[in-house]
């Protein structure tokens, strides 16, 4: 029954996306290609929740790939908990993201295309999830990227788009390689590319000796690459804000349920082969990426780019959760941030929808300056610094009364990502996360988790304050665009309705129950009881093997895991109140966060204070944060620069040393030996044949004239010659 | 019946080029059918092969060996295993889309070139199917011919350098690689410094008796100087730097259906030429470059990665579509040879498929600068722009193909690249790392030229450009769907040759 | 008569021709020498064909042959038909050169 559905839940939105391709080859398109899609989407959803309870067996399909003589590659469906939440999550947001295009892209003409990109979309990011190996996993991975390019470059006519659609494949590829560097690190010494079974990586990684921790650590690394790259974080998060440029829709599709969900989704799955030095530098990715994004986000105007640094921190409070050993948190985080985001998303393409007529006015506009620019394409590209006016949050305002239903649910969504207390989902996740990280902080005495809790939970205040200066600058007050307002309006209702199924599922009562009833179990990590890091610390015990576990009572959970049961026993990050530091973290977490809140009321709701007065007196902290920390200027300034010179030298090299070399050879050859020979062929050899030609032809020229034509001149030769034969035949 | 199979199909063009030669020059859409029934022929008996081939087993099948020139002991000697019906496949293929993507675009002396073409196909079946090392010579050699007047007539403006230089680089390698043949064969009866029974030009004959013990083959110093004499000649087919710079030339000036072969078929040639005779005939010569001992052990595999991180770098920096096209060429060809020094499962049969997919892939680039070129007059990258408004059925084919040539998973190009550095990094761990920037510089300079070309707004010049038409997608859609096919199946092919591939690496591994 | 007096007979018609032919100004009369050979070689046939020993058939009598004299009329009927040919000759080379003097139509000289 498993492997049916999980077919089912793959195929439909292929079918739906190959359906397109088809018909597209014929110069045609399906009549209702967004029913089409949207449908599939649904009946995934379907399947989907269907297999809810249907977990009893974790490897249903397992089938030969490849094999090479002694070596098989296998492709197969592994289905757990997690799976199966994910596959609820994408399904899910996927196909309310259908139906909020529905509306959204109307009348556009690729409107067809948009949706079989969808389809497709979601179906690279489900083989991604059900894969049973790294490999599958990798080309569900890579597919994601693909169509990620084809969504964000989505109006390619635009060259910001067709940029950023470049630049989120080449950026994500970065990370892929290290990935790939890591598959091969494991394939190397395990010969295998499963992850679970009896002869999957999972199984072999227990039997590693000691001094192959190291290693071990570097493959770990270099997997978490890849998730670096397409879950944008530090240094490899230029491409998220960037890709802001496809349609909004795509945008929520990316950041809440697809692509960058499958870095967290990866890292998650890769949980066991990670080591105490790899955890630690997936932490402090994490912690880096949470407040850099974070400290962005602030001084952002778009309405979108705010959301997508938003997203690019909240990542990094997942990373940093599953870094810091709070593997339930960080999944939990995933969950809500996935319904929340997604919401915020497709509240923010309502504000722009209701925008339209504006947007397709600027369209226009922008098409003309595309023109003049049209020859100045290079890999270099000069980005985003102009902001499309119906996604500048300073034309915005007062939009509360104009949008009830989106004001509405936007807010819960903030609410939510600002972690304000029991309400709403997000604040049950974001505690878990800072509760795991000083639990794992207090538990290793740990100094680095010390510094990721503070890092993060000011990552957590930042995050309610930009949360809220967008709600303030976009809803509230007085409108600063009177025209644009006047012609701003509510969406329709196959965009509302999805808004509201999301905000329903921010509340904590619909998402929360799977983790507190212990749904997930933190999978087995082998090596982990040997923190090294932490014994950097004079006070800690380092003769404890079990040492990073024993404060907490996981041990018993763990044993039991070890045996392979699934036990009843929960797993204990998501529990609140469970041990002091989870209280404690509950406790600041509250507190910066209302913190962060009552700040961004003043600023920029009651105006005790202009953001313009503190930008000024920190000036150069506003000129870093306003520029992004200069990523971007490094990437296009050095590394680009540097790349295309490179490739510019090579091909030099290639035209005039080695092709100059061979042409070279061949003047050489021609000037100084075929001269020679040349000389000596025309003058010796030629020379001896004329010479011939030359004296036959002055000998010829004497015999001729024995040639008198007198017939009987001729005859009397003969005669002679007859009397001459005889004469001799007789004397001899 | 069965026999003479592999024999019809390698002779079938030739007769092809006879019936061509004897039709009127003036009925051209004739002499197009007739040449298109004529490459149609061999697809066919390809195809059958390809199905029938026993893959269960790793013996060579089909083979015919009947004496040819008894004074030298040479034999008419054909068959096929895994690898050359899988090579051989993707040879008759491409015949019949050659042929269709020159329907139009040959304005002068059609007959000939027809006529030429086909003499070709005949030459690289034959190479394909040889087992025999005179044979294979000359069959080698018999594709030279028929390239250099097929470029030096139909080409571009620069088309005579472009095939004179084609001609001597390949005739500088082949002549390396007749002294080689020469010595294998003057030494193939000595054993112990007697000679014993009589020489022979036999291929597997030959790889058996270089086992032997004491024999002269089996000499590692002698191994090492013929493996070299065939390495060049072969090196410059494939084309591994530093003999590789015939190769933009020649594709840039050479029309497409030429193109489409030279990329597809040709340089699979030194590839498959290395596999069957440096590998498998001289193993402890190649032990000399791959052991990874000091820099002669790691020379080839030092090779595969300048093939491919270099020719990166290049392609990233044309401006001229189909050159850009040849250099990715050249990189995605150092795969194979990276495959080749890891002299494992995984490299070996990764790089054989990369040879298949290659085929595949490069053809259709080809086919689309093609596409492209018979529009617009011209091949400037920078000159196009916002095509994919204009053309998105050949947008959406060329994003296929660009998407399969730089190595996205679900796509045959992965396979054959995953596998061969998978296979590369368990021998040469730091190399293989270093040759995963030709990944992301392939992804560069592919996604930048679609960028350049379909991104971006309309190039008004271009408004009028007429869609791809039905029998230039007729041209593509066979390879494409093999792209996608083997890209989510590769065992299809594996299965093919991977028998085959085990038997050279028990004999490549001393 | 013995054989010799044919044969002296023949030797002065043949040195008579040879002379003719070689002395003459006019193709006519060379014409005429070179019937004159050819009749000596007539006669130098009829006459050995005459005097040479018979041989003996099966029975025992003396076998006389013909072979001379059927010689000797293919070589009449040969003269007949080289002195038509020549003759022809002769008229086409008049009407070309407007002479028949050997001497004067030299056009192959060298």
């Given amino acids: 029954m498993v492997v049916p559905l999980i077919s089912i839940i793959l195929l439909a939105p292929l079918a739906a996306f190959t359906i397109f391709a088809l018909f597209g080859l014929a110069k045609r398109s399906f009549p209702r290609q967004d029913i089409l899609s949207t449908a599939a989407m649904l009946v995934a959803l379907g399947c989907s929740l269907y297999l809810l309870n249907e977990t009893s067996d974790p490897k249903p399909l397992t089938v030969e790939w490849l094999s090479l003589g002694s070596i098989t590659l296998s492709m197969g469906f592994y289905l757990d908990s997690v799976t199966v939440i994910m596959l609820i999550v994408v399904t899910l947001v996927s196909s309310l993201v259908h139906i909020f295009s529905i509306g959204y892209m109307h009348g556009d003409p690729r409107y067809p295309r948009f949706f079989a990109f969808l389809s497709l979309f979601s179906f690279s990011m489900l083989f991604l999830v059900v894969s049973d190996n790294l490999l599958g996993i990798y080309i569900g991975w890579e597919l994601v990227g693909l169509c990620s390019y084809l969504l964000i470059g989505f109006w390619f006519e635009k060259d910001s788009a067709a940029n950023a659609c470049k630049k989120a494949f080449l950026t994500t590829r970065v990370g892929d390689v290290g990935m790939f560097i890591g598959m091969m690190m494991l394939f190397k010494q395990f010969d295998t590319l499963s992850l679970y079974g009896t002869d999957g990586i999972f199984e072999a990684v227990r039997t590693l000796e000691a001094g192959q921790i190291a290693w071990l650590s570097a493959a770990g690394i270099l997997i978490f690459c890849g998730a670096v790259g397409k879950s944008a974080q530090v240094p490899l998060h230029t491409w998220l804000p960037d890709a802001m440029e496809g349609p909004t829709p795509v945008s929520a599709l990316i950041h809440a349920a697809t692509m960058v969900a499958a870095g967290v989704y990866l890292v998650a799955r890769m949980f066991p082969i990670l080591t105490p030095s790899s955890s630690l530098v997936i932490a402090y990715v994490g912690g880096i990426t949470a407040i850099v994004a974070a400290t962005i986000a602030i001084v952002r105007f778009d309405i979108k780019r705010v959301l997508a640094y938003s997203t690019v921190s909240q990542l990094g409070f997942m990373m940093l959760a599953l870094g810091a050993g709070s593997y339930v948190a960080g999944l939990f985080h995933l969950t809500t941030h996935a319904f929340f985001k997604a919401l915020l998303f497709l509240g923010s393409g309502s504000v722009i929808h209701a925008f339209h007529a504006m947007h397709a006015h600027h369209d226009e506009e922008h098409a003309d300056d595309n023109e003049d620019e049209h020859d100045n394409h290079s890999l270099v590209h000069e980005h985003g610094s102009e902001i499309p006016p119906d996604q500048d949050m300073r034309n915005m305002g007062g939009l509360r009364r104009k949008m009830p239903f989106t004001f509405f649910t936007m807010l819960i969504a903030t609410l939510s990502i600002s972690g304000v207390p029991f309400v709403f989902s997000g604040f049950w996740s974001k505690d878990a996360i800072l509760g795991g990280v000083l639990e794992r902080a207090m538990g290793w005495n740990s100094v680095h988790h010390y510094i990721l809790f503070g890092v993060v939970l000011l990552a957590a205040g930042i995050t309610a304050f930009y949360m809220f200066r967008l709600i303030f600058m ?239 001149t001729y005859l009397f030769v003969v005669l002679g010659g007859i009397v001459l034969i005889i004469l001799i035949f007789r004397v001899l | 019946m069965d026999q003479i199979l592999l024999s019809l199909m390698i002779f079938v063009p030739l007769l092809g080029m006879v019936v061509v030669f004897l039709l009127p020059n003036d009925r051209e859409e004739l002499i197009k059918r007739v040449a298109l029934a004529f490459t149609l022929i061999p697809l066919v008996l390809a195809v059958y092969l390809f199905i029938d081939y026993n893959k269960s087993s790793a013996e060579t099948q089909y083979f015919v060996s009947v004496p040819w020139i008894d004074t030298f002991h040479i034999n008419y000697h054909v068959g096929i295993d895994g690898l050359s019906v899988t090579l051989l496949l993707l040879t008759a293929l491409l015949g019949p889309i050659c042929v269709l993507a020159s329907w139009r675009n040959i304005e002068k002396g059609l007959k000939a070139y027809m006529a030429l073409f086909l003499l070709l196909e005949t030459g690289m079946l034959g190479f394909f199917a040889s087992l025999d090392l005179f044979l294979f010579f000359v069959f080698f050699e018999l594709t030279l011919l028929p390239m250099y007047f097929l470029i030096g007539v139909w080409g571009g403006p620069r088309r005579e350098y472009a095939a004179i230089k084609f001609f001597l680089y390949t005739l500088f390698g082949s002549v390396l690689m007749l002294v080689a043949i020469i010595a294998v064969y003057l030494r193939s009866n000595i054993i112990n410094d007697v000679a014993e029974g009589l020489r022979t030009f036999d291929i597997p004959e030959l790889i058996q008796r270089a086992t032997v013990e004491g024999h002269a083959l089996g000499d590692s110093k002698f191994q090492m100087w013929v493996f070299l004499g065939f390495f060049i000649g072969f090196a410059v087919k494939v084309p591994i730097f530093p003999f590789h710079t015939w190769l933009p030339d020649a594709h840039v000036e050479a029309p497409t259906a030429i193109s489409v072969i030279l990329a597809g078929v040709l340089l699979k040639m030194g590839t498959y030429g290395f596999v069957r005779i440096n590998m498998a005939m001289f193993p402890e010569g190649l032990d000399y470059f791959t052991n990874g001992d000091g820099f002669l052990g790691h020379s080839l595999a030092l090779l595969g990665f300048i093939n491919i991180v270099y020719g990166s770098f290049c392609a990233l920096a044309q401006t001229d579509f189909k050159k850009l096209v040849a250099y990715s060429s050249i990189g995605h060809m150092g795969f194979v040879i990276l495959g080749l020094a890891a002299r494992n499962a995984e490299g070996i049969n990764g790089a054989v498929l990369q040879m298949f997919n290659h085929g595949v892939i490069s053809a259709m680039l080809f086919l689309l600068v093609g596409v492209l070129y018979d529009r617009a007059h011209h091949r400037e990258i920078n000159g196009f722009g916002g095509l994919g408004n204009r053309m998105p059925i050949y947008t959406g084919i060329t994003t296929l193909a660009f998407m399969a040539s730089l190595g996205l998973p679900g796509l045959s190009g992965f396979i054959g690249e995953a596998l061969s550095l998978f296979g590369a990094f368990q021998e040469f761990p730091l190399l293989t790392i270093l040759s995963t920037i030709g990944i992301v510089v392939g992804a560069a300079y592919f996604l930048w030229t679609l960028q350049r070309v379909f991104l971006g707004a309309l190039n008004p010049k271009y408004e009028e450009l007429p869609e791809i038409n039905r029998r230039e997608i007729l041209t593509l859609v066979p390879l494409g769907i093999l792209t996608i096919v083997l890209g989510i199946w590769p065992n299809i092919a594996i299965d093919m040759f991977s028998k085959s591939v085990t038997n050279l690496v028990n004999i490549v591994s001393i | 008569m013995s054989l010799q007096h044919y044969l002296v007979i023949s030797s002065i018609l043949f040195t008579l021709g040879i002379f003719a032919v070689l002395t003459r100004k006019n193709a006519i009369s060379i014409l005429m020498g070179i019937e004159l050979i050819l009749n000596s070689c007539n006669l130098n046939f009829v006459a050995f064909s005459r005097f040479v020993e018979p041989a003996k058939n099966i029975v025992g009598r003396d076998d006389y042959l013909l072979d001379g004299q059927i010689i000797a009329i293919f070589g009449i009927v040969l003269a007949a038909a080289e002195a038509a040919v020549f003759l022809a000759i002769i008229l086409a080379i008049y009407r070309e050169f407007g002479s028949i003097r050997p001497d004067e139509v030299d056009t192959l000289k060298g």
């Avoid at chain 1, 212990?518 to 610390?537: C, D, F, M, S, W």
């Avoid at chain 1, 209302?594 to 902290?621: C, D, M, N, Q």
Wanted: proline letters at 4%.
């Fill in chain 1, 474 to 712: 976009t809803f509230f007050g007085e409108p600063r665009n009177q025209e644009m307002h006047d012609m701003a309006h509510e969406s329709p209702w196959v965009m509302v309705v999805p808004l509201l199924i999301l905000a329903a599922l921010s509340l904590p009562v619909v998402n929360k129950w799977w983790f507190k009833e212990g749904y997930i179990n933190k999978p087995y990590q082998a090596h982990v009881h040997e923190p090294t890091h932490a014994q950097l610390r004079p006070d800690s015990k380092t003769g404890d093997t079990n040492f990073g576990f024993s404060n907490f009572g996981i041990s018993e959970a763990e044993a039991a895991e070890e045996e392979g049961g699934h036990d009843t026993e929960h797993a204990d990050d998501a529990h609140h109140g469970h041990g002091p530091a989870h209280t404690i973290a509950m406790v600041l977490s509250i507190i910066v966060a209302g913190l962060g809140i009552l700040l961004s009321w003043l600023f920029y709701h009651k105006r005790r204070f202009t953001a313009e007065s503190v930008a000024t007196t920190f000036r150069p902290v506003y000129t870093l944060f306003w520029n992004k920390y200069y990523f971007d200027e490094f990437y296009n300034g050095v590394l680009v620069a540097l790349t295309v010179w490179k490739s510019r030298l090579f091909a030099k090299f290639d035209l005039s040393i080695i092709d100059g070399i061979v042409n070279g050879v061949a003047t050489i050859t021609r000037a100084i030996f075929a001269a020679f020979i040349g000389f000596f062929d025309n003058r010796v050899i030629d020379g001896i044949v004329n010479r011939v030609a030359k004296v036959i032809w002055s000998v010829g020229g004497r015999v001729r004239r024995i040639q008198t034509g007198a017939i009987q």
